[in-house]
């Protein structure tokens, strides 16, 4: 990411916002990449929807500790702040509940005022706000499907992309800020099934015991889609390790997330993936850079705030469900397997 006249970086001066649904999510998802972006020069935001407050204790250490048991939202805060120091990231709360991972059948309700309950002029307007002021020229978030099937994460993909198309029509919410358009927003990836088969076969190669066995044997792909883009960022897979124990009540040090030696990861899966969902920007597929496309920041500025940009690049599934492209297989959220109720 480096340009040859100027040596400076290509993301010098560019911002990327995550928009996350709970505290770790920004680290077990595109955290190297955002700290790559970090070291080049860009700001990153992270929004966390939600507080993380219902999320279960999934570290078994402290399942007993009492002071966490007493106060798990303000534990959960605090996890938070220590992952955004290793990460170097700014980071915002957008301020509602968590809405827990209803378990059973049939499903319990959900509970009252929580986040996938809200009214979705509410939880847009309150992302407007954020985009307009802080005024990123990318955006990340989940898929149509969340990600995985959490409540919190299937409604952030639906607020963020909510947000993202009224955010620069001055007809919507008038109150809450200039308008600022977005140029691009991506789906986080990185649990395609071409990944863990390549790191699963390595690691029996190598006489070592895989995490991936029984999830590969019981392959269950959700949705159809493509990755558009990968970002070389095995280099900062030190600093998203870091960054995901932090959350010391949602990680085991020695739990499913570790059982890959990092060497290995580095050496046969040096990338993270993402999948472009919208661009107002010409794309040029497969991408190495979230921010291809968009100029020198003075550029993506006045895009941003021209009024005038139009749709170049549609890449979300119809309304149908069918793929606009060749399917590309998915896999559920290993915490579904792995670790039971994630937030």
């Known amino acids: 990411m480096t340009n040859r006249e100027s040596g400076k970086t290509v993301s010098e001066g560019l911002r990327l916002m995550a928009v996350h649904a709970h505290p770790d999510d920004e680290s077990s998802k595109g955290a190297a990449t955002?700290?790559?972006?970090?070291?080049?020069?860009?700001?990153?935001?992270?929004?966390?929807c939600t507080g993380g407050e219902r999320g279960d204790i999934l570290n078994e250490k402290l399942k007993n500790d009492p002071q966490i048991l007493r106060d798990i939202a303000q534990v959960r805060r605090n996890e938070m702040k220590a992952a955004q120091e290793v990460l170097g990231v700014e980071h915002t709360w957008l301020g509602f509940v968590d809405s827990g991972l209803p378990e059973g059948d049939p499903l319990p309700p959900l509970p009252a005022g929580c986040f996938a309950l809200e009214d979705l002029d509410v939880t847009t307007e309150a992302l407007v706000r954020v985009i307009r002021e802080w005024r990123p020229h990318v955006m990340t978030t989940y898929d149509e499907k969340g990600g995985y099937p959490h409540p919190d994460h299937i409604m952030t993909h639906v607020v963020a992309m909510s947000a993202f198309e009224a955010t620069g029509d001055p007809s919507r919410y008038p109150h809450a800020g200039e308008p600022w358009q977005p140029l691009k927003v991506y789906y986080n990836g990185g649990w395609s099934k071409e990944r863990l088969s390549a790191i699963h076969d390595t690691m029996v190669a190598a006489g070592l015991e895989s995490p991936y066995a029984d999830w590969l044997a019981n392959w269950k792909p959700r949705r159809a889609g493509r990755v558009t883009t990968r970002i070389e960022c095995s280099d900062y897979f030190e600093v998203r390790d870091r960054a995901l124990l932090a959350h010391a009540t949602q990680v085991d040090p020695d739990g499913f997330w570790f059982q890959v030696p990092r060497p290995l990861q580095e050496r046969v899966w040096p990338v993270e993936?993402?999948?472009?969902?919208?661009?107002?920007?010409?794309?040029?597929?497969?991408?190495?850079?979230?921010?291809a496309g968009l100029g020198s920041p003075a550029e993506a500025d006045a895009a941003a705030t021209s009024g005038t940009l139009e749709i170049t690049y549609d890449g979300r599934l119809a309304p149908d469900g069918e793929e606009k492209f060749d399917p590309a297989e998915r896999v559920e959220h290993p915490n579904e397997q792995a670790e039971g109720n994630e937030d």
């Open 273 to 291: 993936e993402f999948e472009l969902a919208l661009s107002y920007v010409p794309v040029d597929l497969p991408e190495d850079d979230l921010f």
């Open 34 to 48: 955002t700290a790559k972006y970090v070291a080049a020069g860009a700001a990153v935001m992270v929004v966390s």
